[in-house]
């Protein structure tokens, strides 16, 4: 199957409030032309310098939004801001407030989702609900950050009904700090599902889900 039939596959399973994020860590950028000419304008990738160098190659395709999925490092904060138009992988409050600084000086007010960790994960950067629950007061201080939503990745090794109450957690997480009213978070947006698990997000409130490697076919390593 070509990419462009893939994502069309895809797109017709979507409910109209459902954004599609093409993954594009790993991928060349002839198959994101390929992506691009298919319609999608939202690419997600995992880290800073990679970006950078497709987007170099790919400045004569206007209209594209640049998702950052990965863990940004504080360093590179301010490439990020120059590059993405949305960071998904906002996971500390040191970094927020960093980033939230880095954007009054460079004048720009970046969209982010607040990445959670719904259950304990080795793994996985985030907040644990009870950590960012505590610091959704400083949240707020962030005021050049567009906070959006929340992403979340499931841990490995869980089955379906598992990974819907993940999905299912994280929305109900979402409406309570909507309940809580703070000028400067909304919670509009839920980022979650990659490919093995899309269907269930998009069953409990996704309205991003990330897919690679159903769209590009398996990624090295
Ligand atoms: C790689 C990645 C994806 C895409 O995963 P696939 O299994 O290829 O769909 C989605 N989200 C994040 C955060 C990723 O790192």
Redesign the pocket.
């Known amino acids: 199957m070509t990419i462009a039939s893939r994502i069309a596959t895809i797109r017709q399973q979507l409910p109209d409030s459902v954004r599609l994020?093409a993954?594009t860590?790993q991928v060349p950028t002839d198959a994101i032309r390929e992506a691009y000419d298919a319609g999608i304008r939202d690419f997600?990738e995992?880290k800073v310098q990679e970006t950078a160098e497709k987007q170099s190659q790919l400045q004569d395709l206007p209209g594209i939004n640049w998702h950052l999925?990965?863990h940004l490092q504080a360093n590179k904060a301010a490439k990020a801001l120059e590059q993405f138009q949305w960071i998904?992988?906002l996971d500390n409050l040191k970094l927020a407030t960093r980033l939230d600084r880095l954007a009054g000086e460079l004048s720009c007010s970046p969209q982010v989702c607040l990445q959670v960790k719904i259950l304990p994960d080795p793994d996985k950067y985030g907040w644990t609900i009870p950590e960012l629950l505590a610091d959704l007061p400083e949240l707020n201080r962030c005021q050049h950050l567009k906070i959006q939503g929340l992403?979340t990745?499931p841990p490995l090794g869980l089955d379906d009904s598992q990974i819907l109450e993940f999905f299912n957690t994280t929305r109900q997480l979402a409406d309570q700090i909507q309940q809580q009213n703070f000028a400067h978070i909304h919670m509009e947006q839920l980022s979650m599902g990659?490919?093995?698990d899309?269907h269930l997000a998009i069953q409990a409130g996704a309205t991003m889900i990330?897919?690679?490697?159903?769209?590009?076919g398996?990624?090295r390593g």
């Open positions: 994020i993954v860590k997600g995992s999925i990965g998904h992988s992403m990745i990659m490919s093995g899309y990330r897919l690679g490697q159903t769209l590009f398996s990624r």
